[in-house]
């Protein structure tokens, strides 16, 4: 099959023929039918994620067609179209018993712990568990959208931050996750406001829902706006870059007893944030972390994009081929686009 393989961490990946993979006994292989190209794969690449082995095929965020079964899978068949939360679990371990496949104590990535979704071909394990039927009126290329960043963000809304109506939710950064929870927040009936140093970023968050965008860079004190266009604080608010700055406004923009929403991936030196703890105590704030989310939670958002309430496919920036990818990986360093990447042309 063809895949995009990097052999050394930061040096641009190269177009390769590789070997096809071949299932596991519980598992599926998917035919790719579409990719999301995420600040995650790029952050794998520059070699912040001890998980990944070189060389390796990055990807993660995936639709397609079951090609191949394990000789154990009982639910899906040849030809099925599906796609799979970036993190799968187990089935065995305590969290998956609580229904929490997310946090599994033994999960696997596609992307991360084995070859990913920037190929023709990509091996998914405990399919039973993990795999999630795609309507057939939905398209593949918005299936791979919702894989990492809109269902994380959707986790974090309405599960993790339990988003309630007129409640002003501040969204710092508006990059595909953070353009997702802009969208769920409206659509659960919140004030979303926008912060982001990208004005084209602004502007498509404006034109999904944010009720107030807000220019870091042409801001003196981010933390003071918010308040005062909330006349408090806000009730909710998300980290959806995960760098320090982020991090701390988000926690320190609260009103009392309010909830920040840990929802960018903070990695190396930016993983321990200096978090304003006599403000957390003070005022009784609540720091909660979100990461992906089950397949059996898909069915709630799959109805909300059936009735239109949601449309993720207003996120998607382009459509590329598998070689386009390489350079599209790449961008994420230039902070230069508004919207998602979505590999769509495989042969």
Not at 158 to 181: E, K, T
Request: negative net charge; aromatic residues 6%.
């Amino acid at each position: 099959m063809k895949a995009v393989v990097y052999e050394q961490f930061g040096v641009a990946p190269t177009l390769q023929n590789v070997a096809d993979p071949s299932p596991e006994t519980h598992g599926v292989v998917v035919r790719v039918e579409a990719s999301g190209v995420c600040r995650s794969d790029f952050s794998g690449w520059k070699g912040h994620d001890p998980v990944i082995e070189l060389p390796h095929v990055p990807g993660h965020e995936l639709s397609g067609v079951v090609e191949a079964t394990g000789s154990n899978v009982k639910q899906w068949q040849v030809g099925d179209r599906v796609t799979v939360p970036f993190v799968g679990g187990c089935g065995s371990c305590a969290q998956c018993h609580s229904g929490n496949q997310q946090v599994c104590d033994h999960q696997f990535q596609p992307g991360f712990t084995h070859w990913g979704s920037f190929a023709q071909y990509v091996e998914v394990h405990q399919a039973d568990l993990n795999l999630v039927a795609l309507p057939d009126e939905m398209s593949f290329a918005t299936a791979a959208s919702l894989g990492c960043r809109f269902i994380t963000a959707f986790r974090a809304v309405v599960d993790q931050g339990n988003v309630d109506p007129g409640q002003w939710v501040a969204v710092h950064g508006c990059g595909g996750v953070g353009l997702s929870a802009i969208m769920i927040a409206k659509a659960m009936g919140a004030r979303p406001i926008a912060i982001d140093i990208s004005p084209k970023s602004l502007e498509l968050a404006n034109s999904i829902g944010a009720e107030v965008t807000i220019n870091a860079t042409d801001t003196v004190d981010v933390v003071d706006a918010i308040k005062t266009i909330t006349t408090g604080g806000a009730d909710r608010s998300i980290d959806a870059l995960g760098i320090e700055a982020t991090c701390v406004n988000s926690v320190r923009c609260l009103r009392k007893r309010g909830r920040h929403i840990q929802l960018g991936w903070m990695l190396g030196d930016g993983s321990t944030p200096p978090i304003p703890m006599d403000l957390v105590m003070g005022h009784e704030l609540e720091i909660i972390g979100s990461h992906g989310m089950q397949a059996h939670r898909y069915s709630t958002m799959m109805d909300m994009i059936r009735t239109g309430t949601l449309a993720p496919d207003r996120l998607i920036f382009e459509q590329i081929s598998l070689e386009d990818s390489i350079d599209a990986l790449a961008r994420f360093e230039q902070h230069s686009r508004a919207g998602m990447s979505v590999i769509t042309e495989f042969g």
